[in-house]
């Protein structure tokens, strides 16, 4: 598989781009890529005009088979708008989720995962380096979550969209909202996922979420990793319960403490593509069945 590397929000060291590189060669993998993707222009991997550029190339490059961004960070909110369709999967998370949900829209496949920094650094045989090479591979990844308390039982087969909360939010009213990529899957199952954010953030961004009418036309919930997001005794309850408060009125799974997000074990799940939850009092389990063929 050609992998083609790309930084579209924040600027990265580029020795990441280089061990996440020779990583995935190791793997098989032919590995190029963008023409920016070590650039720096303030906080961001060049110019706006520069990372569209790289996301344009990759997008149009018929030898390549899939897209990793380099890093999150921000930037894509200021070029969202002027990307073309997504025509091949895009593996990332955080900032990446602007992409993901253009590809939801677009109908593709995208992968919420790992990027260069991670790739480079962990282990080989760490969880999260192991599922993603079995990702790449096409084959299936099957989770098993211990049980939380606040987890609500039950489950779901449907396409898993979302990712990171703050971006999802900032997407809000636009046509990358959560409400378009839900177009094309009829009660689609949710993930959220933040980092630094304060409670009270939190809680007028679910809300949001619920206003919207977003919360109410799901069919599950995977909540991951809110990662440096304290809890704030004025709101009398920890973030966990504000999100459980917030959809209580719904009757779908929801798992809690699921393993994606801003943590180094951030396991790689698909996105638009559907998944098997399965939420008990003795644990859950999240399944995705194989491509054929590979990527």
């Not at 920016?36 to 222009?41: I, N, Q, S, T």
């Not at 009125?249 to 997000?261: Q, R």
Request: net charge negative; charged share 20%.
């Amino acid at each position: 598989m050609h992998i083609r590397i790309i930084s579209p929000s924040g600027a990265i060291d580029p020795v990441f781009i280089d061990q996440a590189a020779a990583r995935l060669r190791s793997w098989g993998h032919e590995v190029s890529e963008g023409t920016h993707a070590r650039a720096h222009w303030g906080r961001f991997a060049g110019t706006d005009e520069e990372r569209l550029e790289d996301i344009q190339d990759a997008m149009q490059d018929p030898s390549v088979d899939a897209i990793l961004c380099s890093r999150g960070g921000y930037g894509l909110q200021r070029i969202i708008d002027r990307v073309p369709n997504i025509t091949k999967p895009v593996i990332g998370f955080s900032d990446i989720t602007a992409l993901h949900q253009l590809s939801t829209i677009n109908c593709q496949l995208s992968i919420h995962a790992v990027m260069c920094k991670h790739i480079a650094t962990l282990p080989e045989d760490s969880e999260p380096i192991a599922a993603l090479r079995r990702v790449l591979e096409g084959k299936s990844v099957e989770y098993h979550i211990a049980p939380h308390p606040l987890n609500r039982y039950g489950e779901a087969t449907a396409p898993v969209i979302g990712g990171n909360l703050s971006v999802l939010y900032g997407l809000q009213g636009t046509p990358y909202s959560l409400q378009q990529s839900a177009i094309s899957s009829q009660a689609p199952i949710l993930l959220i996922e933040d980092v630094g954010e304060r409670h009270y953030h939190i809680d007028r961004m679910i809300r949001n979420l619920k206003m919207s009418g977003v919360l109410g036309h799901l069919g599950g919930l995977i909540v991951g990793q809110f990662s440096e997001c304290e809890d704030d005794p004025g709101m009398n309850c920890t973030v966990y319960e504000t999100i459980k408060e917030a959809v209580a009125d719904y009757d779908y799974p929801v798992l809690f403490n699921a393993p994606f997000g801003h943590v180094e074990h951030n396991m790689p799940i698909w996105l638009g593509k559907e998944a098997q939850l399965s939420v008990t009092a003795e644990g859950s389990v999240l399944r995705t069945v194989p491509l054929s063929p590979a990527l």
